[in-house]
């Protein structure tokens, strides 16, 4: 369909106006964020020692947009992922700027991810380690759509509270599926892939240490939709998303259970995530999101490399990495040690 190099030089176009049209908003959406006093403050659970602009997903939103207009060859389908980016930047906006409570975003969240299914960003399939496929039918397909699209959604709002930390797991992720869509021949998903890495490496140097700007629920929600409706199109790379973003999926399911052990609601704030550890036990911010960074991409590039019975050696190497890290930087934290 299309030439390899005209479809390069498309790739790069997409990337690239994805990522100016982010720096121009960027720039834009910090001075609004300042004029209206739509601002993080430092408290309780939060790294950040001053007050930062919390609308970097207003800034991502247009680009996005334009990711999903130059790369889908389904009207029906456009248009549902369209108004889905936009209901999901909205509720997490909400949040930014009134403070609504979670349960109300995670409704909100579920309402975003069934209509997203509704529009065909279904799970109906899974791939079986053993050979084969398994298929989940339409309900049970829909149902674990749901599951996913609302996971990855909260796995990169947890990611929000360092600089620099989800956009550059985002960025990675993004571009691992594009490289990954290019090897299965389907070139609307490489594009999509480009333009989303495009719109993330833009708003990336506002974000890094130390911020400008933050991604804010606008942002780690829509982000968080974009890369797992990415997953879900590509019905071959939901394994691949488990690889790349184990870590922040891991570190979400251990975040649930801690807080129904210790008998918290499970959307309280604390500063247990492994990135909060991690700098107790002496990292810093910026070494901190480096090696997140750098496990997300050593991890999804050997998606790229896997058959599908070591991808899932590959997955249990990772829950095993994830929970020493966990356990190590919980016994160096000065919290801890006796």
């Known amino acids: ?65 334009f990711a999903l207009l130059v790369t889908s060859e389904n009207p029906h389908q456009l248009f549902g ?115 989303l890495a495009g719109a993330v490496a833009g708003f990336l140097p506002f974000n890094a240490y130390k911020a400008k700007l933050i991604l804010g629920d606008s942002g780690s929600n829509l982000l968080g939709f974009m890369i797992g409706a990415l997953a879900v199109l590509g019905q071959a790379k939901i394994g691949t998303a488990l690889l790349v973003l184990g870590i922040p999926i891991l570190d979400v399911a251990w975040t649930i259970v801690r807080r129904q052990r210790s008998g918290r609601g499970i959307t309280s704030r604390d500063t247990e995530h492994l990135h909060h550890r991690l700098i107790d036990a002496g990292l810093t911010r910026p070494q901190v999101s480096a090696v997140y960074v750098l496990l997300c991409a050593a991890f999804g590039a050997s998606a790229l490399l896997l058959d599908r019975a070591e991808k899932l050696i590959a997955l249990a190497a990772l829950s095993v990495l994830t929970t020493g890290l966990l356990f190590v930087s919980y016994k160096r934290s000065p919290n801890n040690r006796r």
């Open 81 to 195: 992922i369209s108004v889905c980016a936009v209901a999901i930047a909205g509720v997490g906006l909400a949040d930014d700027v009134f403070d609504i409570p979670p349960l109300a975003k995670l409704a909100g969240q579920c309402m975003v991810a069934i209509a997203a299914v509704i529009f065909g960003v279904q799970i109906l399939a899974v791939s079986n380690p053993l050979g084969g496929v398994i298929e989940l039918g339409f309900w049970l397909g829909a149902v674990v759509s749901v599951i996913w699209l609302v996971g990855m959604m909260n796995a990169i709002n947890l990611l929000d509270g360092l600089d620099g930390l989800a956009p550059g797991v985002v960025l990675v992720a993004a571009l691992i599926m594009a490289l990954l869509s290019a090897q299965l021949g389907n070139p609307a998903l490489v594009l999509f892939g480009l333009a």
């Open 1 to 65: 369909m299309y030439d390899a190099v005209p479809f390069a030089a498309l790739g790069s176009m997409a990337f690239l106006a994805a990522g100016f049209a982010s720096v121009g908003l960027s720039y834009a959406f910090i001075k609004i964020g300042w004029r209206f006093g739509i601002l993080h403050h430092p408290g309780p659970g939060r790294l950040h020692n001053t007050p930062v602009v919390r609308l970097g997903g207003m800034a991502i939103l247009p680009a996005a947009l």
